[in-house]
């Protein structure tokens, strides 16, 4: 998982595909579902996934309009693709949307 900032989002989501989660440490559906990401990350090597630090990318959070955490946002050469998963409890429909993804 790689961490972004407002600063350098845009590149990180700029080629292929891309998996986004605005998370905090504090929130306990997002480490809830940390292990489950890290599992996809491993199942999907061709994927990017990026982590943003909901409390430290405040400015970032409200141009991607997020309001509750975890939020999963989709990205195919730096466009958003598919529905946002806001607040997944498990891993089913987080790699239902990862395999459309990587169909398209």
Same mark, same amino acid.
């Given at each position: 998982?790689?961490n972004?900032?407002?600063?350098?989002?845009?590149?990180k989501i700029?080629?292929?595909?891309c998996v986004?989660e605005?998370?905090?440490?504090w929130?306990? &559906?997002?480490?809830?579902?940390?292990?489950?990401? %890290?599992d #996809? $990350?491993?199942?999907?090597?061709?994927?990017?996934f990026?982590l943003l &630090?909901?409390?430290s990318?405040?400015e970032?959070? %409200?141009? #991607? $309009?997020?309001?509750?955490?975890?939020?999963?946002?989709?990205?195919?050469?730096?466009?958003?693709?598919?529905e946002?998963?806001?607040e997944?409890s498990?891993k089913?429909?987080i790699?239902?949307a990862l395999e459309?993804?990587?169909?398209d």
């Open positions: 998982m790689i972004a900032t407002k600063q350098d989002f845009a590149s700029a080629d292929g595909l986004v605005m998370s905090a440490s929130c306990p &559906d997002c480490v809830r579902i940390k292990p489950i990401m %890290e #996809l $990350e491993v199942r999907y090597p061709s994927v990017h990026v &630090d909901f409390d990318n405040i970032l959070k %409200e141009e #991607l $309009e997020i309001y509750k955490i975890p939020t999963l946002i989709f990205y195919k050469n730096g466009k958003e693709v598919g946002r998963l806001i997944p498990s089913i429909p790699q239902n459309a993804l990587c169909k």
